[in-house]
């Protein structure tokens, strides 16, 4: 079998033991604002945020380093 196939099966039953054993809702209150959830989904939300915020820095902070090195170089 090929390892990335196996590497994706594992993740997977990982992900689906995770989603099942945190069903449980939680609630969210923010100043008048009030939602409902899964705390899997919580969890997935906050780690996708994370995720985008952290690829957006990054990418922000590459830019500013190619915008610096392309003025000295002129």
Same mark, same amino acid.
């Given at each position: 079998?090929?390892? %990335? #196939? &196996?590497? =994706? #099966? $594992?993740?997977? /039953? #990982?992900?689906? =033991?995770? =989603?099942?054993?945190?069903?449980?809702? &939680? *609630?969210? &209150?923010?100043? !008048?604002?009030?939602v409902s959830m899964s705390s899997?989904?919580?969890?997935? $939300?906050? #780690?996708?945020?994370? +995720? +985008?915020?952290?690829?957006?820095?990054? /990418?922000?902070?590459? !830019?500013? %380093?190619? %915008? &610096? *090195? /392309?003025?000295y170089l002129r």
């Amino acid at each position: 079998m090929n390892i %990335k #196939l &196996v590497l =994706i #099966l $594992f993740l997977a /039953s #990982l992900a689906v =033991i995770f =989603i099942a054993q945190n069903v449980a809702a &939680v *609630e969210i &209150v923010f100043l !008048y604002w009030k939602v409902s959830m899964s705390s899997a989904l919580l969890i997935f $939300f906050t #780690l996708m945020t994370g +995720f +985008f915020l952290g690829w957006f820095l990054h /990418s922000y902070v590459l !830019y500013r %380093k190619y %915008k &610096v *090195e /392309s003025v000295y170089l002129r």
